[in-house]
């Protein structure tokens, strides 16, 4: 059973436009929601992540908004840019970190 | 360095030979972490570290796998006997502490190929 859902699997946004990406849960004892931006050849790298206790955390051009009733949460990057092409993913935690698929982004110049 | 570093970058074995991958995680981080990353599937948890602590091995995906954690530092993943179902990135992560909100810094991983 997969327990984070994350959606699209790919994206194409043009230059200066929103990204979306959207994730669900199903545990409710996850307490911790991040977010990982991965490029090419890389490992992983913490972007951004939030507590259920919040409803919106914003970081740059980065934002997660959390919906705890709806048990879903999301994503924006606003003005993406070429450099944020990568693959996102979604993370849930209780004991450990469950990840969701994966998005591939890529943001057209 | 700063940073966790595995080796090999890459390998490419035979079906049926076993292998060893290494992590040197960050110096002073407590908790180190395994992951499997197979093509469309994200991050799948194998194996977890913390302190002197029993390993959470529950994620490991059969007996053929298994890994250590010497003098609380370098981890070694081996896989026995490989499949080329096991070809895949296998990433490597550590933290400070296993708290919940502890952030995981993950190396670049080991593409294992499986021919």
């Known amino acids: 059973q997969q327990q984070v859902k994350q959606s699209p699997q790919s994206l194409i946004v043009q230059k200066g436009g929103i990204s979306i990406i959207n994730c669900a849960y199903e545990n409710t004892a996850f307490d911790y929601f991040p977010w990982y931006q991965q490029f090419p050849g890389k490992g992983p790298a913490l972007l951004i992540a939030i507590r259920p206790d919040v409803s919106e955390k914003k970081e740059g051009r980065f934002t997660i908004s959390f919906n705890k009733s709806a048990k879903q949460f999301s994503l924006h990057i606003m003005d993406s840019q070429p450099g944020d092409s990568a693959t996102y993913f979604c993370?849930?935690?209780?004991?450990?970190?469950?990840f969701g698929k994966g998005t591939r982004l890529h943001i057209l110049p | 360095g700063a940073g966790v570093s595995q080796s090999p970058s890459n390998k490419v074995t035979e079906k049926g030979k076993d292998v060893e991958l290494r992590c040197d995680p960050i110096s002073g981080h407590t908790a180190l972490y395994w992951y499997r990353q197979s093509l469309g599937q994200g991050l799948e948890f194998l194996i977890y570290f913390q302190g002197n602590s029993a390993p959470d091995k529950s994620g490991l995906p059969s007996d053929r796998f298994s890994a250590e954690r010497t003098g609380g530092s370098v981890s070694t993943l081996t896989i026995q006997r490989t499949q080329q179902e096991d070809s895949a990135v296998y990433l490597c992560a550590s933290s400070r502490y296993s708290g919940r909100q502890d952030t995981q810094y993950f190396g670049p991983g080991t593409r294992l190929t499986v021919l």
């Open positions: 993370a849930a935690r209780d004991d450990k970190i469950i």
